[in-house]
């Protein structure tokens, strides 16, 4: 088992490493001159060559990495060329904006999505299904931007029910908070649902065929025991997966969510910088969103190995 | 698959000829009873698909106007007989532009779509094929890459490569490039024990050889499911890239472009964003649809994975 | 079964469409307004029997980015400006609703050609927010630390030498040639910072809590997101009544004229016409008011010093500038709202040129001049411009009205942050670009059409004709505003009408909307995003 665990940390590391040599990439390949972008045009060249030496931008590219890594280790990820503030203090503010959109809805999005999908497969071919499938496909169909604007425009321009756009953070009033956070989390969560719902249905299926499920049918065990006890326990290894890829899926959709709806969190920033060219804010964004992936998905990983012996032995 | 591959090198006699006939005749049928077995829904998005395709490769018969052709002076017009679904604020016809935006996202979605698929099927292949410690680098790259969500990274790389239809339909197609390379890479992995694998290598046939004419082709049921939903994946990759103001550009007639333009007038002429944004749904849905039938028809192992 | 699928998918297509449908019975409404009248129109004030009540905080939204760094030195554009006076600051003069500069910290100030000086008066009785008194000497050390470290200094205090007080009213500022703009630059970045406050923290303190002598103090700024104003108490124009203002960053335009309408907010300006037009349409109460002066001029410039490039032939110039219906433009474009114009400024102004005519719409002009120009087919040409959507619009236009006389434009938008780097000099062809009309139009004539500036507009795309350089040259250092006036209308003459180096489009002005709970504010009635809000009061 703790083979199996350190293996699982050990290609973490790796895949932490490759994602940091990828964002630090980004400011090397990007058109612009980071300094230069600082100073503005009027700038004379001595001082955006003195910049430069400050920012290590002289430095051959692999003194430059261990440098930033160094940084990054320490906590020190640099300073903004657009908005002069230190990066950490940035990312302080804007990480728990996305976090308290993102993680409701996965929280939302997990259980409703089971349950849509175990209707789903219980009730297969029935009117019930069809229905759930048919919405299921809609909402993996939508773009989330698309239902972000839809979605303001039933309830909030023409109900009149929710507030338009605006985020407050849950310390600061919790009660605005869920009232601002409505729309935005609904919107991150459909995705997320159809796709839980959509693979919790298959494996259920699945499941369901199987053999000692024919047999606790045939012995006369009660149907709800027999899908929640043992249909549901088998399919649940593939529907934590889906959990843990769809941790992507959320943050990506931040990105849109959080334009639509006007939240200064990660994707705001990351599109702002990626826009105005503030390539070090666009380092420590792709690399703290890798970060939470790659963690999640190492949790996912050992969880597992701790449910599932056999995948400890066969995984590689 | 495997069988069918058998079959065909078994055949010697008229006898077995016309069974292996009458049998395809029925996988055929097989085929077209799975891909629609799953109701109206699959029909309708298989016609939704067609028409969508035969619209795009028509489109200039459609419509008497271009894409770019402006009339100020009839700026923001409702539905007319003139303009079947309005105008827009310079006084292009939405209709047309509706039209032409079909064949931009198609082709944004096949040319994505095509890149993902030789670039990954090519990764996949190898990686499956050779293994060892080339195999694990390009699985843990695609484990890295995998970990940035595909619109992040498509984002940084439009930022880089610039925001023509080429450049745009490369990124996207990296983004989609690790679900090829994890799923050929499996079914490379299980391919590789069979018999007629390990006969050709005794055989001394080349490795080329061997990945070309018998791995390749029993990746080909796969290639083309992923493929059909790879198309979708890539146009909602690119109107969201176009919705954040990144990638393909105004006046380019692109959904993406079309919403986001659109929504500035949302309250005074909704029809701008909502026509572009419910064709968007409406192909990226069907083409999902296709794809499960395709899926259950070619390669049901596949079911649970994309 | 199947039926009631497909009922359900015809359903799910209605439901969405009658969400958007809602309110569709305006989509044939005409697009243009009933007058396009450029005077300030303000409607629905308050009665005057109510009585100015103090306290409560001013909620303004609207969809500028705030700035990111509240540096005073480093405030470059229109936009910084405004959102520096709501943190406090304020500048030496003031442009009165014509777009002619105003004391307005000082007494006076006068120009002496011969001596190469403006002589300053400092107002009496003006204090910093905290307490320390805005004497000559504060302001003397406010100019020569501009001149030092200003982002602008190069473009604008480039013959300032410096300032000194020769009494505790009269500040005196030389020059190393003359310079007769130099109350134009004073209205425009030039913020004027406490010495005492920079003494005690240095320039990071101010930075870090600006203190200015404005109306209000910053208290506390999100980017992104917000920020707060307290009130100044000690407000050297009079008691100020409100307790703050907030203002919110709304990532769209759209959002924050429904968050207008909603009343989540009091106070918003817009320069997107698409709002601008839903809202002058809208019934509800709210005071509706055109900036006085105008914020942009949407100007061709044209690739003239190539001479493999077809701009660089003055006949080509011209017939593409008969070719554009100005009139269309503002129509669509604007709505109606923007402003025909042949020059960097408004007929009210007094440096506006009557002679320049700007070449009126006439394709049959524009043909023949480009026949004449040898170029009867036309050609093809390229068309640069910032990829924002008004510029796209306005781009997407241009180059269907060009095609109308042969002339093919290849569209190529480009990025906010590599816009900078076309300013200069583009490859060839056009490019459109928003040309600021906050500094006055002689300001940008002097740092534009002259052959030796380090940074400037087409410095390396116009052909500027040596005349046109020692014309400019003269204007800039004439002994009188009367003058330079004379001189400045003559280099429009030249560049607009003679030589046809850029041509105007359109202008565009920008509009506030203050709801009926707000009274006597002065907000953004004379200049874009432009706020004087100490009188105002809500209630």
């Known amino acids: 088992m703790s083979a199996y665990i350190v293996k699982r940390i050990l290609i973490s590391i790796f895949v932490v490493f490759a994602v940091s040599i990828f964002s630090f990439m980004i400011l090397q390949i990007m058109p612009g001159d980071p300094a230069r972008l600082a100073l503005g045009y009027e700038a004379s060249e001595e001082d955006v060559q003195t910049l430069r030496e400050k920012m290590n931008l002289d430095k051959p590219v692999v003194t430059q990495y261990i440098l930033w890594v160094k940084g990054v280790a320490r906590g020190d990820f640099g300073q903004s060329v657009i908005y002069k503030q230190p990066i950490d203090k940035m990312m302080a503010e804007r990480v728990p904006r996305t976090l308290t959109l993102g993680i409701p809805a996965l929280f939302i999005a997990a259980p409703l999505g089971i349950v849509v999908g175990v209707i789903s497969a219980v009730r297969r071919g029935k009117p019930l299904d069809q229905i759930l499938t048919f919405l299921t496909t809609v909402s993996m169909g939508m773009p989330v931007f698309w239902t972000g604007i839809l979605s303001v425009f039933i309830f909030s321009v023409e109900l009149k029910i929710l507030p338009l756009q605006g985020y407050v953070s849950p310390s600061q009033d919790f009660g605005q908070y869920v009232y601002k956070a409505i729309l935005p989390v609904f919107c991150m969560a459909l995705p997320m649902i159809a796709g839980i719902a959509r693979q919790t249905r298959t494996n259920m299926l699945d499941s369901i065929n199987q053999d000692h499920i024919r047999t606790a049918r045939a012995n006369g065990l009660p149907e709800r025991s027999i899908i929640f006890r043992h249909a549901l326990k088998n399919a649940m290894i593939p529907i934590i997966t889906v959990i843990g890829m769809q941790v992507r899926v959320v943050i990506g959709g931040s990105l849109l969510v959080e334009k639509v709806f006007n939240v200064a969190g990660l994707g705001t920033i990351l599109t702002s910088s990626i826009n105005t060219r503030d390539y070090i804010v666009v380092m420590v964004g792709v690399l703290i969103i890798s970060l939470i992936t790659v963690a999640v998905n190492l949790v996912v990983d050992i969880l597992y190995g701790v449910i599932d012996p056999r995948i400890r032995l066969s995984r590689r | ?306 | 079964m199947k039926k009631f699928i497909a009922t359900l998918l015809v359903l799910a297509t209605v439901i969405s469409l009658a969400a958007c449908g809602g309110s569709t019975k305006n989509t044939t409404t005409s697009a243009s307004p009933e007058s396009s009248n450029t005077a300030a129109m303000t409607e629905a004030s308050a009665p005057a029997t109510l009585t100015p009540t103090a306290g409560g905080i001013l909620e303004i939204g609207g969809s500028a980015i705030l700035p990111t760094d509240v540096t005073w030195f480093k405030v470059r554009g229109i936009m910084e400006v405004a959102f520096a006076g709501l943190w406090g600051y304020e500048t030496l003069m003031r442009y009165s609703a014509t777009g002619t500069p105003e004391c307005f910290l000082l007494d006076s100030i006068t120009p002496d050609a011969g001596a190469l000086t403006w002589t300053m008066k400092v107002k009496d009785g003006i204090t910093f927010s905290d307490g320390s008194k805005l004497t000559a000497e504060v302001v003397a050390w406010n100019l020569n630390y501009y001149k030092e470290n200003g982002i602008l200094a190069s473009s604008f205090f480039s013959n300032f030498v410096n300032a000194e007080a020769t009494d505790s009213k009269t500040v005196v500022c030389h020059f190393s040639s003359w310079e007769i703009l130099f109350d134009y630059y004073l209205c425009r970045t030039v913020l004027i910072a406490s010495k005492e406050a920079f003494d005690k923290g240095g320039a990071d303190g101010l930075v870090a809590n600006p203190i200015g002598t404005g109306p209000f103090v910053l208290k506390n700024m999100t980017p992104d997101v917000d920020m707060t104003m307290d009130k100044n108490p000690s407000y050297w124009q009079g008691q100020v009544l409100l307790d703050g203002v907030h203002y919110t960053y709304y990532a769209d335009e759209l959002v924050a004229m429904e968050a207008l309408k909603a009343g989540e907010i009091t106070a918003a300006m817009s320069d997107s016409y698409s709002s601008i037009d839903s809202l002058m349409k809208e019934t509800i109460s709210l005071t509706k008011t055109q900036t006085a002066l105008p914020s942009y001029a949407y100007t061709m410039c044209f690739k003239s010093n190539d001479q493999n490039d077809p701009c660089s032939n003055l006949d080509v110039r011209k017939a593409i500038s008969y070719a554009i219906d100005t009139q269309a433009l503002v129509d669509t474009l604007t709505y109606g709202y923007g402003v025909k114009t042949t020059q960097w400024c408004m007929s009210n102004n007094e440096y506006y040129s009557p002679d320049v005519t700007g070449q009126p719409y006439n394709l049959e002009t524009a043909k023949k001049l480009l026949a004449d120009a040898g170029y009867t087919d036309g050609f093809s040409t390229k068309l640069w411009y910032l990829n924002i959507p008004q510029m796209s619009d306005t781009a997407a236009a241009v180059a269907e009205m060009l095609s109308k006389i042969g002339i093919t434009a290849d569209l190529n938008p480009i990025d906010a942050a590599s816009y900078v780097n076309y300013i200069g000099g583009w490859d060839s062809g056009i490019l459109i670009h928003t040309m600021g009309m906050e500094g006055g139009a002689a300001s940008q004539y002097a740092t534009t059409f002259v052959n030796d500036i380090s940074f400037g507009l087409g410095m390396n795309a116009f052909a500027i004709p040596d005349s046109l350089d020692a014309l400019v040259k003269q204007a800039k250092s004439a002994a009188s505003s009367d003058e330079a006036v004379k001189l400045f209308k003559k280099v429009a003459y030249d560049v607009f009408e003679d030589q046809c180096l850029v041509k105007v489009l359109y202008c565009t002005t920008s509009y506030s909307f203050v709801s009926d709970k707000v009274h006597d504010a002065d907000y953004c009635t004379v200049q874009n995003r432009r706020c004087d809000l100490w009188k105002a009061w809500v209630g």
């Open chain 2, 1 to 306: 698959m495997d069988n069918e591959i058998r079959e065909i090198s078994c055949i010697t006699d008229e006898e077995t000829r016309l069974k292996a006939k009458k049998r395809r005749k029925q996988n055929i049928r097989y085929f077209f009873t799975v891909l629609f077995g799953r109701g109206i829904l699959a029909k309708i998005s298989f016609v939704l698909v067609c028409i969508f395709i035969l619209v795009a490769v028509f489109c200039p018969l459609l419509t008497s106007y271009t894409p770019f052709q402006q009339e100020l002076s009839n700026a923001l017009k409702g539905a007319s007989p003139q303009h079947l679904l309005g105008t827009d604020n310079l006084g292009r016809d939405l209709f047309t532009r509706i039209v032409y935006g079909a064949r931009f996202s198609l082709s944004i979605g096949l040319l994505s779509s095509v890149w993902a698929l030789v670039i990954g099927v090519a990764l996949g292949l190898a990686a499956g094929y050779f293994g060892g410690i080339f195999g694990g680098l390009v699985m843990r790259l695609m484990d890295a890459q995998l970990s940035i969500p595909p619109l992040i990274l498509a984002l940084c790389l439009a930022a880089v490569f610039g925001g023509a239809v080429f450049s745009i339909s490369l990124i996207i197609g990296i983004s989609a490039v690790p679900g090829y390379v994890r799923v050929i890479y499996g079914q490379v992995l299980s391919l590789r024990e069979y018999d007629y694998v390990e006969a050709a290598r005794l055989i001394g046939q080349g490795n080329f050889k061997i990945l070309f004419k018998h791995l390749l082709p029993n990746c080909f049921p796969t290639i083309i499911v992923m493929f059909t939903m790879g198309v979708g994946t890539a146009i909602m990759i690119e109107s969201g890239l176009a919705y954040l103001g990144i990638g393909i550009k105004a006046p380019t007639p692109s959904w993406g472009v079309m919403i986001f333009e659109g929504y500035k007038y949302i309250f005074s002429s909704p029809h701008l964003a909502l026509w572009p944004g419910i064709m968007l749904m409406l192909l990226i849905i069907s083409l999902s649809v296709v794809g499960d039938g395709l899926r259950d028809a070619l390669d049901p192992k596949l079911r649970g994975k994309l």
